[in-house]
């Protein structure tokens, strides 16, 4: 099982970036995905997730109205477009699968499988 994030680079403030999460030698039916981040000595944050139906998404309030996620289960690919990018949004970004009921679908520890992160660098 595979899950390989792509997309991360260094944007200057208010760009934006696309972030891609591809599954390999797992079957994604009935998988909600997820993109977390984590800055230097902060914990590891939800950004957002996506049910395996796609009519479910859901995102983490420092991102709300800025980013989308998205998801192509015909590929085994999520994305997460990042617009109005912020310093702040500076991190590694992990993309997950699992099966988390709604009440832990924010926690990490309820995601089975992880991507090898991608760094997210905005400067201001």
């Known amino acids: 099982v595979q899950l390989q994030a792509s997309g991360g680079g260094l944007v200057q403030a208010g760009g934006s970036l696309r972030l891609s999460c591809a599954a390999s030698?797992?079957?994604?039916?009935?998988?909600?995905l997820g993109w977390f981040r984590q800055a230097p000595g902060k914990e590891r944050e939800l950004v957002g997730g996506?049910?395996?139906?796609?009519?479910?998404?859901f995102y983490g309030d420092s991102v709300k109205g800025r980013f989308t996620i998205s998801r192509d289960n015909a590929k085994n690919t999520m994305y997460l477009q990042m617009n109005s990018l912020k310093p702040e949004d500076t991190a590694v970004y992990y993309c997950?699968?699992?099966?988390?009921?709604?009440?832990?679908?924010?926690?990490?520890?309820?995601?089975?499988?992880w991507g090898q992160g991608t760094q997210v660098t905005v400067s201001s």
């Open positions: 996506i049910r395996w139906s796609g009519l479910i998404i």
């Open positions: 030698g797992l079957n994604l039916y009935g998988y909600t």
């Open positions: 997950a699968a699992g099966r988390p009921i709604n009440t832990s679908r924010t926690m990490p520890g309820q995601y089975y499988y």
